[in-house]
């Protein structure tokens, strides 16, 4: 298989995650940067030959058995994965010691995202194949004000690190309003006006979805990271 050609994104932008997320402040913590897991597959030929991508799968194949999981599971992915757990009748919770399993309530609104995330996966692949999909890229937003408010809204809670995009397959720009509306009106045109990053508006809510690497750029958000979030529990031998 062809190697495909990498670019390198000019700029800084912003990526949200969750101090408390193991995976991401762990890696971020050993190298101080992301990977999407595609763009690992697509440039490891050692790891393409075990690991399917989202192209290699139906939608169906993607409703009923989710994504597999690794060092970043993408928030599209894990939507997709929680909902197929539900869906096969398995619970979902929060923390690995004193799960907080899922209200009845919570079920019914992961399974309702999970789907919304399946109908703008198959209008990727009808309008925008090309497209980076939501199920297996790093989200970032412009390195603004605009932006910061935008991973606030998004992710609430969550920590906002400055990253660059020194490598990656493609990127795709696209407005988060169409997405929004989606989730209040089910139009197909949203999910196509999405795909075909037109601008929603005047001020747009333009998210970028990264089929490659993103690195942090300031020490002192890293240096957040590595104090404040999630660690391995040290192992000690007898």
Not at 47 to 55: C, H, N, W
Not at 77 to 84: F, L, P, V
Not at 157 to 173: D, H, K, M, Q, Y
Request: net charge negative.
């Amino acid at each position: 298989m062809q190697q495909p050609e990498l670019i390198t994104v000019e700029g800084l932008f912003l990526h949200g995650i969750y101090l408390e997320d193991w995976y991401p402040c762990w890696n971020l913590s050993l190298c101080g940067h992301l990977t999407a897991p595609e763009f690992a597959a697509l440039c490891d030929p050692g790891l393409r030959a075990v690991q399917k991508t989202v192209d290699d799968l139906s939608v169906e194949e993607i409703r009923d058995q989710g994504l597999s999981t690794g060092i970043v599971t993408p928030r599209g992915a894990r939507d997709g994965i929680e909902s197929a757990i539900i869906r096969g009748g398995g619970n979902v919770g929060i923390g690995v010691e004193n799960t907080q399993w899922l209200s009845q309530n919570e079920r019914r609104q992961r399974l309702s995202i999970g789907d919304i995330e399946l109908e703008f996966e198959k209008g990727r692949r009808r309008v925008a194949p090309a497209e980076v999909s939501r199920l297996s890229c790093l989200w970032v937003a412009d390195n603004s004000p605009v932006g910061r408010t935008h991973i606030e809204n998004m992710l609430p809670g969550s920590f906002a690190l400055t990253v660059s995009i020194p490598a990656a397959i493609n990127v795709s720009r696209v407005d988060t309003a169409w997405f929004d509306k989606y989730c209040e009106e089910h139009k197909e045109e949203y999910i196509e006006n999405y795909w075909e990053g037109i601008q929603a508006s005047e001020e747009p809510t333009w998210e970028y979805l990264v089929n490659g690497v993103i690195k942090a750029v300031d020490e002192n958000e890293l240096r957040i990271v590595r104090e404040r979030g999630a660690k391995v529990p040290d192992i000690k031998g007898d």
